[in-house]
């Protein structure tokens, strides 16, 4: 199982919000560390949607937000769009075990 | 722009070790600040991260597989290569190299990604 604990999946009509949980703990998230979410679309690479607990790359449309508190984080897409239909990634760095990069372990979300 | 793309043997048999080449163009390796990891997804299941190279060689490698793990670097080529050894049917998946930012531990752009399977 994942460091980094997501619902699996996830669901929402056009136009309404979604939201998708990351659940770390006092080694990553509740550390201080960082973290990411990626969009993953079948047979490409991921990308980048959210550095930082809350920043958008150059490009990504302010539906997408990102926040973090305490050993938890969520990704909040408003006006849902087919084209969101995707998997989505968290991701963070754990400083047990010699310091590693954690993934979550995914959510599907589908629109 | 950054682009990294992945390359090497799309089969592999049981036992035998995996390389697999990432070149990188638009950054520097030497350059502080910059990184280079790996991160894989088998069919069906999530990212799992592998290992990271820094622009100083620190070397940074997943507990669970660190004994089976080698990143280098050719820094006259643009390029990181990993190894695997031992490699099992379970470590069928698709293979991506991606550029990192120390500064956040992110994956800010990814090379495409190359399936390997692994034959029993």
């Known amino acids: 199982q994942s460091v980094l604990t997501q619902t699996p999946s996830v669901s929402g009509a056009p136009g309404q919000r979604v939201t998708i949980s990351c659940i770390g703990s006092?080694?990553?998230?509740?550390?201080?560390?960082?973290v990411h979410w990626y969009q993953h679309l079948p047979g490409t690479a991921p990308k980048l949607l959210i550095y930082?607990?809350?920043n958008r790359p150059s490009g990504v449309p302010d539906r997408f937000s990102g926040s973090k508190s305490g050993t938890s984080a969520s990704l909040a897409i408003t006006g849902l769009q087919a084209e969101d239909e995707a998997d989505y990634y968290c991701?963070?760095?754990?400083?047990?075990?010699?310091?590693?990069?954690?993934f979550g372990g995914g959510t599907k979300l589908t629109v | 722009q950054i682009t990294l793309k992945e390359s090497g043997p799309t089969l592999v048999k049981h036992t035998q070790t995996l390389t697999l080449t990432c070149s990188f163009s638009a950054f520097s390796l030497y350059t502080s600040g910059e990184a280079v990891g790996w991160i894989r997804q088998p069919p069906g299941k999530a990212l799992e991260w592998l290992g990271l190279?820094?622009?100083?060689?620190?070397?940074r490698y997943s507990p669970s597989l660190k004994n089976r793990l080698t990143i280098t670097r050719d820094t006259s080529k643009n390029e990181v290569v990993l190894t695997m050894t031992n490699m099992d049917p379970v470590d069928t998946a698709t293979y991506y190299c991606?550029?990192?930012?120390?500064?956040?531990?992110?994956?800010?752009?990814w090379g495409q990604g190359t399936l390997v399977t692994v034959s029993s």
């Open positions: 006092s080694s990553n998230i509740g550390a201080g560390y960082d």
């Open positions: 930082g607990n809350n």
């Open positions: 991606a550029h990192s930012r120390p500064r956040y531990h992110d994956f800010d752009y």
């Open positions: 190279i820094y622009w100083n060689d620190e070397k």
């Open positions: 991701q963070s760095y754990d400083n047990s075990l010699s310091g590693s990069v954690v």
